[in-house]
């Protein structure tokens, strides 16, 4: 694997409601495209690998934060992974 990238994005709605966003979004995200390979849910968040990434997220009663190692793909273009990958949970957590 490449870069790292780190997401942060507060929130309002308690770490169960933002969990069970993200969950089904990640969910529909990972049957509608070959992005997201595996999802793995933990009580503090969630292990996902995809096509050029490997990350995990923590979920907390204020924010989500996430740690994503890009491979060669995305390696390349980390701000817009960032960018994107803020804006997607942004509009969940809303």
Not at 22 to 37: D, F, H, N, S, W
Not at 60 to 72: A, R
């Amino acid at each position: 694997m490449g870069k790292n990238v780190s997401i942060r994005v507060a929130h309002t709605l308690g770490r169960e409601e933002a969990r069970t966003r993200i969950q089904r979004a990640a969910a529909g995200l990972a049957e509608k495209t070959a992005l997201v390979r595996t999802i793995q849910w933990t009580e503090a968040g969630a292990t996902i690998a995809g096509d050029g990434f490997d990350g995990r997220l923590t979920i907390t009663d204020t924010e989500v934060v996430g740690e994503v190692e890009l491979g060669w793909k995305l390696a390349f273009f980390p701000l817009k992974v960032q960018r994107d990958a803020e804006a997607w949970l942004q509009n969940l957590l809303v």
